[in-house]
């Protein structure tokens, strides 16, 4: 993971190795150089900086940050900050570090795009669709099934399924239920 420590006047003080690797540049290249120069190519600290913040509160920030790397990529990284304080208890140093979570936020998002399907299908379906629990109330069920049942998708979830059976239908569908859970 990337680790930098930081001067109070944003100027690097020591980067790790995964650093260097990460931005393609050498220790010559980044040491004593301001980091808004050599991460953002910028002539001044970045407006939302949270090493600035860390300064001037004296607390540790966090963020996620996406950053274009020198081969064009984009990651996505999750970033610590915290303060190097001297015996009086003021920060003068600020500590960096930088965890990839690139992949982890492309599932989530590949997740979210997976469960969107899903509902939009489920919704869009033209038959009931429901789920139960252990207990056989419903947990879920799609607006058609409501539709069905005369009533809206909210005042039927956590009612038992077997509320809207008649008592021949009740038997059987308990039935089928157990047999289910036997295996």
């Not at 991460?39 to 860390?54: I, K, L, T, W, Y």
């Not at 570090?97 to 992949?103: E, T």
Request: charge should be neutral.
């Amino acid at each position: 993971d990337p680790l930098a420590i930081y001067g109070r006047d944003f100027r690097l003080l020591k980067v790790n190795q995964s650093l260097l690797q990460f931005y393609q540049r050498s220790a010559g290249e980044v040491i004593g150089k301001h980091c808004y120069a050599v991460f953002h190519g910028r002539g001044s600290v970045c407006e939302d900086c949270h090493v600035r913040e860390v300064f001037r509160s004296g607390k540790q920030q966090w963020r996620e940050m996406s950053i274009t790397l020198p081969d064009g990529s984009s990651r996505v990284f999750e970033v610590h900050s915290y303060p190097v304080k001297d015996a009086k208890g003021a920060t003068v140093q600020a500590i960096e570090h930088g965890r990839d979570i690139s992949l982890r936020k492309n599932l989530e998002t590949q997740l979210k795009t997976s469960e969107e399907k899903y509902r939009t299908i489920v919704e869009l379906a033209r038959e009931g669709i429901f789920i139960i629990d252990a207990e056989d109330r419903l947990t879920f069920a799609n607006e058609f099934l409501a539709g069905m049942l005369g009533a809206e998708t909210g005042e039927i979830i956590g009612r038992s399924v077997f509320d809207f059976m008649e008592e021949d239908s009740r038997k059987l569908a308990k039935a089928q239920l157990e047999r289910r859970r036997q295996g």
